[in-house]
Each structure stands twice: as C-alpha cells, then as structure tokens.
C-alpha cells in the first residue's frame, strides 16, 4: 500500500495549525476575559491532565479495533463541538467544564494519528520527519496569520477562529486512509512485557521532565513577552522561528539519524534544553538571545519528539504501537504538561518569570542525567 504523503501531511497541516492559534494565544484570551494567573495555570492543567486517561483509553479501544482513524474522525468531530461551549459563558467553572470535556476528545486525536502514521510507514519509520514538518507549518501559518490578526482586531475573535481550524481538521481525517499494522511481523512480546522494562521506564521519566520544563512556556510564554514589551505580532515572529527551525530540523532529520544515534541526538536535545530555558529567563530583553532561545526549540521538541517516535517503534512494535503512543502521550504531555502547568501557575505571581524559567532549566537537567544513565544504550536501532 502506497503511502498517502498529501493526506497524511494535510492532518498534521490542520492539527498544529490549530495549535497555533491555541499554544501562544490562549493564555491572552483567558487574561483578557479576566482570569488570573493562577487561574489560567489551572485551566492550562486541565487541558493536559485530560492526556493522562483520553489518549490511553482511545489507545487500547483503537489496538482492539484496529480502526484507529474512524476514532480520530469521531474525536476530531466531537472536539469542535464541545469546543463550541467557550462561546456561551465566560466565567471560571464553565470554562473548566467545558475544557475537561473538549480536551478528553482533542487530546485522544494526535497520539492514534502518529500511529496510524508509522502504520503507513511500515518498515520506514524514519521517513516520520518527513510528514510532520508539514505540522510545523501548519504552525508557522497560524501564528504568524493570527498575531497580525489580533493587532488588528480584537481577541474576542480567537474562539471562532480555533474553531474552524478544528472543523478543517477533521475533514482531512475524514479523507485520510486507514492502515492496516501488520501484525505477524510484531515480535515485541506482551504488553506487561515491554512496560515492565527499566529502559523503557527511563524513557518515559525523561520525556515527562522535558513536558514539566516546558509548562511555562507553552502556558506563560506569550504573557511573559508581553509583560517585556512585545506586541502580538513580534510574538508571533518568535513563535513562528522556533517551529521554522524546527521544519529544518525535520528536513535534515533522515540524514542525521543515519550519522548520529537516536541516543547522542536525545543527549544533545536535552543539553540544549537546559542552555535554552537559561536564554529565556536572562536574555528576555535582548531580542538576538530571545530569537537563539527560540532557534533551539528544533533540538527541544523537533530532536527530542523524532528520538521518541524512533524509540517507541522499537519498544512497541506494530502490536502494541497504539498503546505505546497513548502512554507516551500521558506521562509526557499529560502528568508532565499538568505539573509543568501548575507549578508555572502557581509561581508566577510569586517568584516571577525568570526564576520559573530558571526551575525549568534545573528540571531538564536532571532529565540529562536519567537520560545519559538509562535510554538508548545498547544500540543505535538500525535505523539508517
């Protein structure tokens, strides 16, 4: 079966898309519908705290089917509608309500998406690169189309416009094929086999410390720049840089998996990691170092997030691949997000930006450790 290259890249174009609107410009709404900091630290935690169940629930209903994108096309739809519900109240328990509710749906739609793409892919998982960049500018589109929006109108706006967004996603689910994993080929043993591996347990620690340290940024970021005098559309420009370095790196992904381990480039991620938090937090206020610090998110998320797709292949095979990606999903993007959004929330007012940034920076450097210690050590996985 050919690979569907347009179609599988037109879903990842729709979903980052919407997260463009949503990543740098939520934050803003919520403050300008008059939510204080710790409020939005807790409404940002129950976006992600719903990726601890939705992603593993949906995992093992799509590996007992097989149909993993007649699942996305039902959560894709059910997230524009209850998304919908933001645009009849505006006070606190509502908008809680009516986040847990969405996010259940939206938060189930990715991780069954990456495995139905290695699906595609088969025995090519490295090719992954190649499809997502077009997420990245997917991003790149809407950041930069949506900051110049609101310097012009008004962000009352940003909920219609999320909204379509999520209406043009699925659709293009709704065009995407499905693919069969073929399952006589798996010999990566049961399930409680492979989750009761210590590599894999390390694994799973480092990515949640790296979702911890970015909690402030994908939750404060965009205030944080603001509070330095950055308009909408200059915060755009720095959001968009990060995701087009990261479009580079997803270019240039294939051949640097053929030179460098997945192990060395997880090593590099994380290092880098550390300096880039540092560069926020003590560099805000010149734009040279903001624009470095936003270069590196190619080796924060671009490096990091490609690693883990090559790795959860090989631990989960094609069997158990939707389950893999729903428990990554959770103990990455859900418990780390969910903390990294609170303490962020819950430390703002108090210490400031920059020390929150600077905590950042400390918990990535015990993910360097955990890493250098525990993942990827016995081979390179013969992905070249």
Not at 265 to 293: Q, Y
Not at 298 to 315: E, I, N, P, R, S
């Amino acid at each position: 079966m050919s690979v569907p290259y347009w179609r599988l890249s037109g879903f990842y174009f729709c979903y980052f898309a919407t997260l463009g609107a949503f990543l740098p410009f939520w934050s803003l709404y919520l403050k300008q519908v008059g939510f204080a900091a710790t409020e939005i630290g807790e409404l940002t935690a129950f976006l992600v705290a719903t990726k601890i169940i939705a992603p593993n629930y949906w995992g093992w209903l799509a590996d007992k089917t097989g149909r993993n994108l007649r699942l996305i096309r039902i959560t894709s739809l059910l997230s524009v509608l209850c998304f919908a519900g933001f645009l009849y109240r505006s006070d606190y328990l509502w908008f809680a309500a009516v986040t847990v509710v969405f996010s259940f749906f939206w938060n189930a739609t990715l991780p069954q998406f990456e495995a139905a793409t290695l699906f595609h892919l088969q025995s090519e998982p490295q090719r992954y690169s190649q499809i997502r960049l077009w997420g990245s500018i997917g991003f790149i589109a809407a950041v930069l189309g949506i900051g110049r929006f609101l310097d012009q109108f008004s962000i009352a706006y940003l909920p219609w416009i999320i909204g379509s967004l999520m209406l043009l996603n699925w659709l293009m689910a709704l065009v995407t094929p499905e693919a069969q994993p073929r399952l006589i080929h798996s010999n990566t043993g049961g399930i409680w086999q492979i989750l009761t591996k210590p590599e894999l347990l390390a694994f799973l620690l480092v990515y949640m410390l790296l979702q911890v340290a970015h909690g402030p940024y994908y939750v404060f970021y965009s205030v944080y720049l603001k509070q330095h005098g950055y308009s909408a559309t200059e915060t755009g420009l720095l959001w968009a840089s990060g995701v087009a370095a990261e479009v580079l790196l997803f270019m240039a992904m294939r051949q640097l998996l053929k030179w460098l381990s997945p192990r060395t480039l997880l090593l590099i991620a994380v290092s880098l990691s550390v300096v880039r938090w540092l560069l926020i937090a003590e560099g805000v206020d010149s734009l040279v170092l903001t624009i470095s610090a936003q270069v590196l998110h190619a080796a924060t998320f671009g490096v990091a997030h490609v690693v883990a797709m090559q790795l959860l292949y090989q631990y989960f095979g094609e069997r158990h691949q939707s389950k893999g990606q729903a428990l990554y999903s959770s103990i990455s993007f859900g418990l780390g997000g969910m903390i990294g959004s609170l303490y962020s929330g819950y430390f703002w007012d108090m210490l400031g930006g920059r020390l929150v940034y600077i905590i950042a920076a400390l918990v990535c450097c015990v993910a360097l450790l955990i890493t250098y210690i525990g993942v990827a050590r016995q081979s390179r996985l013969g992905l070249s």
